[in-house]
Structure formats: C-alpha cells, structure tokens
C-alpha cells in the first residue's frame, strides 16, 4: 500500500535523470547563458526576483487588481528571462509536474470552452499565477529569501490586520449586506481592512496566523519573538472580527494540521507517555476551548450556530442555491467543464441560476474547479494537492531527522527543554506552516471562492512554492539546504 501511495504522490520519480536526456528542456533553458555571464544586472538575479516577489506581495492588499497583474506580469516574464539565460538544470520537482498538467488540462478545457474568447481570458490569468509560482518556487530555493519574503507578508498583514481591528473599535459600517438582515447578527460589524470583504480578509489572514505562529519557533531573540507573538494575537483577533464563518472553519482545520505536525516534529524528544498522550490532550484541550468560547460569547455562539440552520439563514441559502445551479452545469460539461476564470462562469451560469440568485462564482473551490475543468481538472488538483502535502511531510521528516539524529535520542529524559539541541534547520516550521494554510484555505474553500482573488490566490500558491522550494534531487543539494537554513 505504502508502495502505490509513492507512485502515486511520484516520490520516487527520477527527475534528474529524466530532465537530463529531455531535448526539449535542454534546448529551452540556457540558449542565452552566454548574454547573461556579461550581463552586469543579471548578475543580481535572484536579489532582483526577490524585490519583484516583495513588491507584489508588499502591495496586494493596498492596490487594485490591475497593478497586481502588472506586477505578477513582470514577474512572469522574469522567470522566463531567468530559464532561457541559466546557466544549470532547472530545479523540477513532481509539483511543478502536476502544476503543469492542470495547466496543460486548463488549455484544452479553454479550447473546447463553449465560451472561448471568456475562457481565454481566464486562462491567460491562470498562466500568470503558475507563472509566478515558478518564480517564487525558485527564488525561495535559497532560504534567506524565503524567510525575507515571509517576513514581508507578515509585517504586511500586520497592517491589515491592525487596521482591521481598528474599524471593529469604530463601529464602521458595511460596504454591503454581509448579514442576514432578518437574524440578530443583522447589525454586527464585520472587519474587512483594506481588502473590502470580511470573507476574502479572513481567508488572506489564515496564511498569516499559520506563518507567525512558526515565527515564534524560527526567528531568534526575545524582540523577534515579541513581534511574531504580536502578529499572532492581532491577527486572530482580526479574524474573530470578520466573522467569517468559513475563514473560522479554515482557522480550525489550519489549528489542527498545524498541532498534529509539531507534535510530529518532537515527538522523537518526548518520554513516552507524552508521545502517546500530548496529541489527543492538545487537541481535546483545544476542541474544549472552542466550545468554552462559543458557548461564553453571545455574537460567537449566535455566528456559529448559523451554520447549522440550512437555508434557515440567507447566506446558507444563497449558496446552496448557488451549488444546486452549478452541479447542473457540472453534469451538462462532465469531462473538461466550461473553460477556466470567473468571465466564462459569468457567461454560462445565467443559463442555470435560480432567479434572482446571481452569482460570480461557485462558492466552493472544489465546485469551481470542476465546472471549470471538469472532472479532469478536479482529479488533478486532488492529485496536485495530495502530492504537494505528501512532499512537504517528506521533506518535514527528513529536516526532523537531520536534527534530531540518534546522539539527541539516547535515553528519555522528562526535561524535554535540556534535550533540544541546537538547531541545524528551521525551515521544517516554515513547512508544518505551509501545509496547516493549505488545510485551511481548503477548509474554507469548500464554502467559499474568495481565494481566486488575487490577494488570496497568491498566497495559495506561496504555500505551495515554499513546500515545493525545499525538494532536492540530489543528496549534495539536500546536505546544502540543511547546513544552509
């Protein structure tokens, strides 16, 4: 069984001999490493990619859409001006693989789109995004660069998250009607930032929970560490106060996966009985709290108790109308669906809603993607999905093992503190985050598609870049990444 789930996730697939005897990547990439040997800029490559990845993510939440995709734009082209001028193999990993197959599926289903000129249009934003998944994956190969970049977007989310909390204080009102105006959340204030939607702002606030909570394990020193814990607390709180019930679903998912994988990742210091205990104490503690806190705070328990109304609340019901009119899309188009992006659904659904239901997107991730790609599609982005998870819990295991080799592990000591050596890698922090956002994001993606958003859909595929940027092909470059972190 192991056996077929390695197959399966490509484990063992022997990318660098493949990538060495293909013609067509060894004719695409390098054809102008001569130019950029005497190039004097390019020899700032990676600092220049890096300031390109910073001002993106430095930027998204504060600019409109259109200077976001002149940014990803350049950085596209970058990568591209970076593969034709390398001067070595470029670093392929199984995720680029299957990324590449969704995108290859993406460009059929837009060519057999009954809707083609829309569905181009969307295809060409889901290149872009792929596109500047390459360069992220690449640049955060290097992990001075990925720790920089993270800390941009956290100190970024800061300020969103500050001033988020700051129009909770105010009282600010709606930019719309978030609430069922019928129940008694009808005048609640929602915090929305500078992302002008509580939904899409708890869904860009998860990723930074996840990452400032490994900062309090990675970064060094007490003001550091002040700061991460800072960014935590504003954050959550931030979150609380968008009363987004599926970033909240996304917040405990997240919570959880993020838990089992520290556990994960000491276990080999823990006495036995807390290998065997800390994990269902932790997580029974946790499921405690929560209901402590639904139960104690009125606003939090009537929110919560919404969920489970059915189309007793407005909101459930506007989506579940929704989803019933795109299964009837899904059912018509099984195979390769109606062509990629939000201009070929607008063009199509029409023809399914219910009156005076309309709608931009699906409201569930999984749904989107199969309307959009179809069946196909959506079996990909599962193996996708899988497979990046199941690359980033190798790659956890092998940094954990590096560090706590067996000299770490003689005998069991009930001082867990005396037996943590010092750290050879924290990057393992940075992956245990990484998969607890992707857990969540896809939490909240089954109620919601606020992350095709460009804002939240850079973050996904961050997640997925960082995972991706600590695979090795080789033991030399898996030595390197250790020593180096």
């Given amino acids: 069984m192991n056996s077929v789930w390695q197959q399966l996730t490509l484990v063992n697939l022997p990318l660098l001999q493949w990538q060495n005897g293909s013609y067509l990547l060894n004719w695409a990439i390098g054809p102008l490493r001569s130019w950029r040997q005497s190039s004097w800029l390019m020899q700032w490559a990676e600092p220049l990619g890096f300031v390109l990845l910073a001002l993106t993510f430095g930027m998204g939440p504060f600019v409109n859409n259109a200077l976001v995709g002149v940014l990803m734009a350049a950085g596209a082209a970058f990568w591209l001006l970076l593969t034709v001028s390398d001067d070595r193999a470029i670093a392929l990993t199984p995720i680029h693989l299957l990324v590449f197959l969704y995108w290859g599926i993406s460009t059929v289903a837009a060519a057999m789109s009954p809707v083609k000129a829309a569905a181009f249009t969307g295809w060409t934003k889901l290149t872009l995004y792929l596109l500047f998944f390459a360069l992220m994956a690449r640049i955060l190969r290097d992990s001075r660069w990925r720790s920089y970049l993270i800390a941009v977007y956290l100190n970024v989310s800061l300020i969103v998250s500050f001033y988020g909390v700051r129009q909770w204080i105010d009282k600010v009102p709606p930019l719309a009607t978030w609430n069922d105006p019928t129940s008694t959340q009808a005048n609640l204030t929602r915090a929305y930032s500078f992302l002008g939607n509580p939904n899409l702002l708890g869904s860009y606030l998860l990723p930074a929970i996840a990452l400032s909570a490994a900062a309090l394990f990675v970064w060094k020193g007490w003001g550091t560490k002040l700061l991460a814990l800072t960014m935590l607390l504003v954050n959550c709180a931030c979150l609380r106060f968008t009363d987004s019930r599926g970033a909240w679903i996304g917040f405990v998912a997240l919570l959880v996966v993020f838990l089992v994988l520290l556990w994960y990742w000491y276990s080999p210091l823990m006495p036995r009985f807390w290998r065997t ?25 009537d929110r919560v108790a919404s969920m489970f109304i059915g189309r007793g609340d407005s909101s459930n019901n506007f989506r579940i109308n929704v989803w019933t009119a795109v299964i009837d899309m899904i059912r018509d188009r099984p195979i390769l669906g109606i062509g990629p992006g939000n201009n070929a659904f607008n063009k199509v659904y029409p023809l399914y809603m219910k009156p005076r239901f309309t709608a931009l997107s699906a409201y569930s991730v999984l749904l989107e993607i199969a309307v959009e790609t179809g069946i196909i599609g959506l079996s990909c982005f599962i193996w996708l999905l899988a497979t990046t998870v199941n ?33 050879k890698s924290d990057g393992g922090f940075w992956l245990i985050a990484a998969i607890a956002t992707l857990a969540g994001m896809m939490a909240h993606g089954f109620v919601d598609t606020v992350w095709y958003r460009p804002e939240v859909n850079m973050l996904w595929w961050l997640m997925v870049a960082i995972i991706a940027s600590f695979y090795r092909n080789s033991p030399q470059e898996t030595a390197g990444t250790i020593s180096g972190e």
């Fill in 277 to 301: 205990w800390a994990l269902p104490l932790g997580l029974g503690s946790l499921a405690g709290m929560l209901i402590l806190g639904i139960v104690l705070v009125e606003p939090l328990r």
């Fill in 391 to 423: 690359q980033g819990v190798l790659q956890i295991k092998k940094l954990r093992d590096a560090q706590f080799n067996s000299s770490n592990l003689a005998g069991e000591s009930s001082n867990l503190q005396s037996k943590i050596p010092n750290l």
